[in-house]
C-alpha cells in the first residue's frame, strides 16, 4: 500500500521569502511522485512531477522539488514566495505498474498562506 | 478548450434525493476517475474506469454508481442522498499505461445536500 504525509497542515511565509512544503512517501515499489497546486474553488493543477532519471524536477511558477530516495521525501520549494502562491498544496503518490490502475494516493495538502 | 469538464459545478439538494454529476475529457486519454474531497479537503479515489471497463471501486457505499458509456465520458449517478455525500466530487483523466503520466482533472462539482 502507499501512503503520503504532508507535514503542516498550514504554511505562512512573507512575501519573498523561502517556501518550502514538506512530503513524505510510502511505496513498496518505485513511486511516481506528483505536486499539484490548488486555488480557491479550483481543480487541482499540475506543478511537478516525478517518473525517473533526475531526481530534482522543475516546474511551473517558479517551484521545483527533490526526490531523495533514501529519505523517501519529496520535498516542494520555491527560492522566492510571491502573493499568487497562495493556495493549498497536494504530494501525491502513484505506484508503477502494479494493480493501482493509476491511481493516484494523495496526501492531507497544506495550504500556503503568504503575507506581504 | 476544456480539457476535463464536469457539469454541473454546484449542485444543492435535499436529502433523499437522486443526483447525477456528468464528465467528459477531450484529451483522448483511456482512463477516468472519480475522486472525492471532503470538508477537510482530503482528497480520496472512488472509481476508475479504463475503455469504459470498472478497475477501481474503492469502499464506497452501493448508492454510488458509476456509468461510462465511452473512453471520453463518465457519469457518477447518487442514490437517496445523504448530508454525509456533501462534499467537492473530481472527476480526472490519464493514460493508463503511460504510468509516469499525470492525471489531469475537473474543476469539480461541490455537492452540499440539505
Known amino acids: 500500500a502507499q501512503s503520503v504525509t504532508q507535514l503542516g497542515s498550514h504554511v505562512s511565509v512573507s512575501e519573498g521569502a523561502l517556501v518550502l512544503l514538506r512530503c513524505n512517501y510510502s511505496?513498496?515499489?518505485?513511486?511516481?511522485l506528483f505536486w499539484y497546486v490548488q486555488y480557491p474553488n479550483q481543480g487541482l493543477q499540475l506543478l511537478l512531477k516525478?517518473?525517473?532519471?533526475?531526481?530534482l524536477v522543475k516546474g511551473i511558477n517558479g517551484f521545483e522539488a527533490e526526490f531523495k530516495k533514501s529519505e523517501t521525501s519529496f520535498h516542494l520549494t520555491k527560492p522566492s514566495a510571491h502573493m499568487s502562491d497562495a493556495a493549498e498544496y497536494f504530494c501525491?503518490?502513484?505506484?508503477?505498474?502494479?494493480?493501482?490502475?493509476?491511481?493516484?494516493?494523495f496526501g492531507q495538502g497544506t495550504i500556503l498562506t503568504v503575507h506581504p | 478548450d476544456t480539457a476535463v469538464s464536469q457539469t454541473p459545478k454546484y449542485l444543492v439538494t435535499q436529502m433523499g434525493n437522486d443526483k447525477s454529476i456528468k464528465c467528459e475529457q477531450n484529451?483522448?486519454?483511456?482512463?477516468m476517475y472519480w475522486y472525492k474531497q471532503d470538508s477537510k479537503k482530503f482528497l480520496k479515489i472512488m472509481f476508475s474506469?479504463?475503455?469504459?471497463?470498472?478497475?477501481i471501486n474503492e469502499t464506497v457505499p452501493n448508492r454510488f454508481s458509476p456509468k461510462s458509456p465511452d473512453k471520453a465520458h463518465l457519469n457518477l449517478h447518487i442514490n437517496s442522498l445523504e448530508l454525509g455525500d456533501s462534499a467537492v466530487y473530481f472527476c480526472?483523466?490519464?493514460?493508463?499505461?503511460?504510468?509516469?503520466?499525470?492525471?489531469?482533472f475537473g474543476q469539480g462539482t461541490r455537492l452540499t445536500v440539505v
Open positions: 484529451l483522448g486519454h483511456d482512463t
Open positions: 501525491a503518490v502513484r505506484t508503477a505498474g502494479g494493480t493501482s490502475y493509476g491511481k493516484l494516493t
Open positions: 474506469y479504463n475503455n469504459k471497463e470498472l478497475i
Open positions: 480526472a483523466s490519464s493514460h493508463y499505461l503511460q504510468g509516469m503520466a499525470e492525471a489531469f
Open positions: 516525478y517518473t525517473t532519471g533526475a531526481t
Open positions: 511505496s513498496s515499489v518505485p513511486p511516481y
